[in-house]
């Protein structure tokens, strides 16, 4: 079965930054658009970043677009988002997922961002 593994949350300082990473298994990776999404508390869950199969077409909203920059490695699984000049309101758990035809399906645990002032 399709399983995401996010990794690579933490506590971090306001302009700080981290790197998320998000393995995925029992899928054709190489193949397959990714998203990453986040849910801040009280609050809905919003898109964050897409890549394409092949890594040549992303996407972001307004609000992370000059800091934050979605990749992935295709050899290893792998879709990351680094995230630069993190701000409090960045403040969400972080889910990455696999784009379907008109939605995401197959989300991942979710790893916590937390960005103190």
């Given amino acids: 079965q399709v399983q995401l593994v996010e990794s690579g949350g933490g506590l971090v300082q306001a ?6 990473s998000c393995a995925a298994s029992g899928l054709t990776f190489s193949t397959t658009a990714l998203g990453w999404f986040r849910q801040g508390a009280g609050k809905e869950r919003e898109f964050v ?7 040549t077409s992303t996407y972001y909203t307004d609000s992370v677009k ?13 879709v990351y988002l680094q995230m630069n000049s993190l701000k409090p ?3 969400a ?25």
């Fill in 15 to 20: 302009g700080g930054s981290l790197r998320l």
């Fill in 49 to 55: 970043a897409s890549i394409n199969w092949s890594g």
């Fill in 66 to 78: 000059g800091r934050f920059t979605i990749s992935r490695d295709n050899a290893k699984n792998t």
């Fill in 89 to 91: 309101e960045d403040t």
């Fill in 93 to 117: 758990v972080y889910y990455c997922a696999v784009r379907a035809p008109g939605s995401y399906k197959y989300w991942g645990q979710g790893t916590q961002v937390t960005v103190s002032s």
